[in-house]
Structure formats: structure tokens, C-alpha cells
């Protein structure tokens, strides 16, 4: 377990740097992550591939499939990788407060 | 064997170390002579230069240790001498699982640099499997574990998931081609080849996979992809159980039969290439009697026959190629890749050291899935970054999955200015489509579609199903399981559990009503509490191992007594195929009992 800390945000995160409580997540802690990933500003789309995401875990409790977040948000695959350029499962899933994707990623 | 062992779980692990001992393993066990050699070979070592836990001969001496002491007669005899003082308790057992999955990845260079020979990563993974068989492993691992034993791949992708995301880019294809024929075939009978994929392409990066239909595509290639046993990666491999290493080869091995294809095609994956093409086979004890190649060598084949013709100028960025460590010492497999890299692009270097010499990803072995041991995972990470920024090149090519997301990781760690692609990408991007096979094939005029007899639309009620049942639905599909248990209500808790996750179940409350149940219905396994009233669980057990009509049935110890394990354990019988502590947790019991089923199919088959 590690601390993140950016700005007035102070998280836990795992050693990967992804959210350990997910509860703790709101849009100031997204912002502050995105400072790890190379996003420089979180825009409306942003925030789209992330409300979906983070809903679907929510209700599931897993990073839903590539497939699922395209059709959800109507962004082509090479849309999610423009804006989050680490791609979905260590990008997306990290700002949007999931826990890290399980398996070899 | 040894009394002064307090630990049941390191007694377990001394009786499973014995049919590993094969003269290769012995000759690893007894032939290091601690001359320090493998030190320098590590890239662990070389990134924690004072810190001498970090030699591979220092991480292999813990099984050494085991072995010394309750196998080798030195060891037996002069204990204090040879360095055979093996751990006694639970509690070491926690610093051998860091020795074993957090300071090595199993990558093999220590193993080549070696003057006599010895296989330190083959040690290392018979310790991870030691571990992993008595409960004691990374929370990562555990999980994909699970994932592996219930729905046949390390990412949980539910097999709807899988088809539905398939069609998605199948369709995708067909549109950017406006083809017809870039279908992507599913369960096709009969065809050339089936294609296997890692479940990471699947599940959050499928542009691979469009690749390489798009590849098969331009080739005029009859294949196909499986909808079951598409997981060419096997976590066996890496969590050392060689029951589990068995059971995912076996997925493929019969799909592949029952789709009757002679060739199976195995995406670019190094873990995967190596656990599929060289030690599936022999985990599982089968004959291998169709073809395995890496798509690396079916790319290259279709440029040689001409039925793809690529323009390397379209790749005209510096790539540099880094040697997956299954792929290369592993399996020898290291000209091909760059036979190919050079057919497709205008400006390859090498790096170096190369082939069997290179450095690890350092995310191998599973280390991507252990998020404990990251931070010094990316301090070992230096080494590489080091001898990939010299290179000066902007690409990074590999033909792993694994690498994929170990150099991405330190790239970004180390802030390195390249970016990491796949030989598919590169063949893909050099594709001149005009000149392949697919283009002297005319195109069929579209036939129209018969039309379809109307078809009464079932009328479809929408369920909301929790995700956690969605997941097990299936994991014991058919299975008949006779649960053994007293209460009433831990007998219809684990009753609701199993038949939530598919299964048939049969109750009884006693001893005497189960093995009347078991010689009567012949279930497929049997759960078993130990305290009863009337004829015990201790008793029944003992009947039903010396009764030859039921004794073949799997046995899974379900009781609130952990302490009884060892009177179970003791009895001069075949002891039960799996022991679980209550609370049960419903995830533990279901992944438990698959395994159970797959593991004695394999062993009666």
C-alpha cells in the first residue's frame, strides 16, 4: 500500500498506483491521477469513457470489456487510446478509481 | 520424513516436492557449487547491488534447503554442514512466497550463464507450485487462479463477452474493407487453422486481433477462432501448478480436435508460445497430434509463399527487437522474429546483449498480476531501460503480450521516448492489400440471402442477475455433487451455492446416507463434513476409499476442524482430492471443486 498525494488529494493506492477505495474517488482525486497518465486536461470525453466505467464496476465489480465501453460511450477504439494513452485497462480504469485489472496487464 | 516440522502445510510441501525429483531437478538441487556466477546475470542483482538475497542461487538454496534435509542423505545425516535447515513454521512460509514471486521472474539468464548447468528458474517455479498447492500465494495469483479454473481463461471474460466482442470487430472489418470475405470466423469446422489469443487482446486491447484477421484476410487463409479454449496463456506456468497447466492446455488441445484442424496458431505471446507448444503436452500426458506454431512463423510463411506481399517503407521509424525470455531461452525462438522484423521495416538495430542474453521485461513470470512487488520490479526495470535507450530507437518490438506491458510500464517509469508494438502491427501497417491473395480472388456476387423462415421471437423477460452469479453461472454446468453435511443450514447454503453455479446436488446427513447415496447415484464428486452424528465424516471417508465401486468418486473435506486434517491425511488411504476450512467462502468453493473435476478427469482419462 502507498499514499498519493497531490495537491489537497491524499488517497491510498495499491503499489501500482491504482485505488484501494474505490468510495474515496471523485472528480478532484481524478484529476490529481490523471497527473500520472499523461492526460493533461480531463474533458467531456474524459469524463464520459469514466462515468461509464466506473458504473459499470460499481454495479459488477469488474472493468467491463473494451467492447462494452465503446458501444456505451460511441468512441472507436482509437478514440480511448487518444485520451487515455496508457489504453483502457491501465489508463482509463486507474483515473476512473477501478482497482487494478486482474491477469497479465 | 522428518517430526520436527510443526508446519502442515511445509510437511505438504516436502511430500509434493517428491515427484518432482527427476534426475534433471536433482541434478539442479545438487550440482550448484556457489561460485557466483548467476550473480551477475541477474538483472535483480544488478539493481540491488548490496543486497545479496537477490542471487538466484540464494533464492534457489530455499528449495535446496527443503530437498537437503528430507531427501539427500548429506542432508539427513550432517544437517548443520550442508545448510539443510528448511523452514518449521507457517509463518516462514510468508518470506519464501516474496523470495519466490517477488524477487524473480522466472526469465531463465541465470540458468544459461551457468557453468554446471543449473535450471535456478525450473527450482524457482517447482517452489512457487509447492507454495501455491498449500494455499500460500500472491493475492494476484490467487485470483487468476480462480478466474482459470472457472471460466477457462486468466481474465474472466464470460464466453458471451468473447463472441459478442468478436463480431463487433469482425463487423468493423468488414465495413473498413467493404469485404464480405474479412469476416471473422467462429467455430468454423474444418478450417486450416484455429487462431488463439492472450485474453488481454480480448478484454481491453483487441487491436491485435484485428490485425491479425486482417493479415489472414489479405493471405485468402481458411481459419477460424475457437469459442471455447481461446486462452493460449496458461497461469500453470507461472503459479508452478502443473494441474492447472495441464487443464488450459487441454481446453485447446480438444477444441482444436473437435474443430478437426491440423494447425494451431498461437498469437504472439511468449508465456503462451512456450506453455502451449512445449510443456502443455507433457503436463497433460497427451499425444500432440496436430501442428502448434507461433503466428510469428505464419506470418513469415504467407510473405516466402507470396500470398502477402508488404511494403517495408511504411515502417520507417527506428525499431529495435527485445526477445521475450520464453520465447528465447526458452524455446530457442529468436531468428524467425527477426527474419520477419526485417522483411517489414526500413531501419532495424539490435539491442544488446540479445537472443538468449537479453534482458528481462522484468514484468515475466506473472509479475504484472502481483502488485505488492511493483516498486522493485520497476528498480530492476533500469537495466533494461538502459539497453533499450541506447539503442536510440522509437519502437520497441517483441512478440509477447507479457513484454507489451512490461516495457510500457517502464517506459513510462523511466520516461523513455519510444513506444512498444507487436510484429502483427508492423505486418498489418506494411500490408500492400492490391497485391495479396485475397486480390486475385475475384469477388462472389453477392448471393442473396435465402430469407429467413419467420421465426416466433421468444419473448425475452429481462433478469437482473447480481454480477458475481453471472460469473460462476456455468463453472459446474452438469456436474452431479453429493454434499455430506449435518446441518440444515450449511446443507442448503452450499447446496444453493452449487446449483447457482450449475450443478446437480445430492444431500445426505450422515455417514451411512452418503455412502448409501454415493454406491447408488454415482456422483461426480462429493463434499464431505467430518463431524456428524452417527457414522462420522472421518469413518465415511475411510469406507468410501476401501470400497471399489465408489472409491474413484473425488472427495472435497469441507469442516470446521482444520485440525482433523492430519487424521485424514494419516489414514493408509488415497487421501481426499481437496480439504477446504469453514466458513466456506463461496468464490473458494466453487474454483475448488472445478479444479477437483478438471484434475481427476485428467488423471482417469
Redesign the interface.
Known amino acids: 500500500m502507498a499514499i498519493f498525494e497531490y495537491g489537497d488529494v491524499s488517497i491510498e493506492v495499491?503499489?501500482?498506483g491504482?485505488m484501494l477505495e474505490p468510495d474515496q474517488w471523485n472528480e478532484e482525486v481524478a484529476a490529481a491521477l490523471a497527473t500520472t497518465e499523461?492526460v493533461e486536461e480531463l474533458t467531456e470525453e474524459h469524463w464520459k469513457v469514466m462515468n461509464y466505467l466506473r458504473d459499470y464496476y460499481l454495479?459488477?465489480?469488474?472493468a467491463p470489456?473494451?467492447?462494452?465501453l465503446?458501444?456505451e460511450t460511441g468512441f472507436p477504439?482509437k478514440k480511448i487510446y487518444e485520451l487515455f494513452p496508457?489504453?483502457?485497462?491501465?489508463g482509463a480504469c486507474k483515473l476512473a478509481g477501478l482497482a487494478?485489472?486482474?491477469?497479465?496487464? | 520424513m522428518s517430526t520436527e516440522v510443526e508446519s502442515y502445510k511445509i510437511q505438504k510441501m516436502v511430500e509434493l516436492l517428491a515427484p518432482k525429483l527427476t534426475r534433471q531437478v536433482v541434478g539442479s538441487l545438487v550440482g550448484c557449487v556457489h561460485c557466483g556466477m548467476c550473480h551477475e546475470t541477474c538483472h535483480y542483482v544488478m539493481t540491488h547491488p548490496d543486497d545479496p538475497k537477490m542471487t538466484p542461487s540464494y533464492k534457489a538454496d530455499q528449495l535446496r534447503k527443503l530437498f537437503k534435509r528430507h531427501y539427500d542423505w548429506t542432508g539427513r545425516v550432517f544437517p548443520g554442514w550442508v545448510g539443510a535447515k528448511p523452514p518449521t513454521r507457517d509463518v516462514d512460509l510468508d518470506e519464501l512466497k516474496d523470495i519466490a514471486f517477488g524477487t524473480c521472474t522466472n526469465c531463465r539468464r541465470c540458468t544459461f550463464n551457468c557453468p554446471m548447468g543449473v535450471d535456478t528458474a525450473t527450482l524457482n517455479r517447482i517452489m512457487r507450485g509447492l507454495l501455491t498447492q498449500v494455499g500460500v500465494m500472491p493475492e494476484?495469483v490467487r485470483?487468476?487462479s480462480k478466474?482459470t479454473w472457472e471460466l477457462g481463461n486468466?481474465?474472466?471474460?464470460l464466453k458471451e463477452?468473447y463472441v459478442?466482442?468478436l463480431e463487433?470487430l469482425s463487423e468493423e472489418l468488414v465495413m473498413e474493407l467493404d469485404d464480405e470475405r474479412a469476416t471473422i470466423p467462429i467455430d468454423k469446422v474444418g478450417a486450416n487453422i484455429v487462431y488463439t489469443i492472450?485474453?488481454?487482446e480480448?478484454?481491453?486491447?483487441?487491436?491485435t486481433i484485428s490485425e491479425a484477421a486482417l493479415i489472414f484476410y489479405a493471405a485468402a487463409e481458411d481459419w477460424t477462432m475457437p469459442s471455447w479454449g481461446w486462452d493460449q496463456?496458461n497461469f500453470g506456468l507461472f503459479s508452478g501448478d502443473d494441474a492447472m497447466g495441464a487443464a488450459s492446455y487441454r481446453h485447446l488441445q480438444e477444441k482444436n480436435a473437435e474443430l478437426g484442424s491440423q494447425r494451431l496458431v498461437i498469437s504472439e505471446c511468449g508465456h503462451g508460445y512456450r506453455s502451449t507448444r512445449c510443456e502443455g503436452p507433457n503436463w497433460s500426458k497427451t499425444d500432440q497430434d496436430f501442428v502448434m506454431e507461433s503466428s510469428v512463423m505464419t506470418m513469415l510463411r504467407y510473405i516466402k509463399e507470396g500470398r502477402i506481399v508488404v511494403d517495408k517503407t511504411k515502417n520507417s521509424d527506428p525499431v529495435t527487437f527485445h526477445d521475450s525470455c520464453n520465447n528465447a531461452r526458452s524455446c530457442g525462438f529468436y531468428e524467425e522474429p527477426r527474419e520477419l522484423l526485417k522483411l517489414v521495416c526500413t531501419d532495424f538495430q539490435e539491442m544488446y546483449p540479445n537472443r538468449t542474453e537479453n534482458y528481462c521485461c522484468t514484468?515475466g513470470g506473472?509479475a504484472?498480476?502481483m502488485?505488492?512487488?511493483?516498486?522493485r520490479r520497476l528498480v530492476s526495470a533500469k537495466v533494461k531501460a538502459d539497453q533499450i535507450a541506447e539503442t536510440g530507437a522509437k519502437v520497441v518490438v517483441t512478440s509477447c503480450?507479457?513484454c507489451v506491458?512490461g516495457l510500457?510500464?517502464l517506459i513510462?517509469h523511466y520516461k523513455l521516448d519510444c513506444q512498444v508494438k507487436q510484429l502483427v502491427h508492423l505486418v498489418a501497417n506494411a500490408l500492400v492489400l492490391e497485391e495479396c491473395a485475397i486480390s486475385k480472388i475475384p469477388k462472389e456476387k453477392p448471393v442473396p440471402e435465402p430469407v429467413p423462415e419467420p421465426v416466433q421471437e421468444p419473448v425475452v423477460i429481462p433478469v437482473e442477475i447480481p454480477?458475481?452469479r453471472?460469473?460462476i453461472a456455468d463453472a459446474l454446468s452438469g456436474r452431479r455433487i453429493l454434499i455430506v453435511e449435518d446441518e440444515e443450514d450449511t446443507r442448503i447454503f452450499l447446496a444453493t451455492l452449487l446449483q447457482d453455479a450449475g450443478a446437480v446436488t445430492l444431500e445426505a446427513v450422515d455417514g451411512d446416507e452418503a455412502i448409501a447415496t454415493a454406491r447408488a447415484e454415482k456422483p461426480d464428486l462429493i463434499t464431505l463434513d467430518l463431524s456428524m452424528p452417527g457414522k462420522d465424516g472421518v469413518e465415511a471417508f475411510i469406507e468410501i476409499r476401501n470400497d471399489p465401486d465408489i472409491r474413484d468418486i473425488p472427495v472435497c473435506i469441507v469442516t470446521g476442524h482444520p485440525e482433523f486434517r492430519k487424521v485424514i491425511y494419516d489414514r493408509p488411504v488415497r487421501p481426499p482430492e481437496g480439504y477446504m476450512d469453514k466458513p466456506v467462502i463461496e468464490e473458494d468453493l466453487v474454483a475448488n471443486l472445478r479444479r477437483i473435476l478438471e484434475t481427476s478427469r485428467a488423471e482417469g482419462s
Open positions: 495499491d503499489e501500482d491504482f499523461a454495479e459488477f465489480g469488474v470489456m473494451i467492447r462494452k465503446c458501444k477504439l496508457s489504453g483502457p485497462a491501465k487494478k485489472p486482474t491477469g497479465c496487464v | 494476484g485470483v487468476v478466474d486468466q481474465m474472466g471474460v463477452d459478442e466482442t463487433w492472450n485474453p488481454r480480448v478484454k481491453y486491447d483487441p487491436r496463456t514484468g506473472g504484472m498480476s502488485s505488492e512487488y511493483t516498486p503480450h507479457n506491458d510500457g510500464d513510462r454480477a458475481d453471472v460469473k
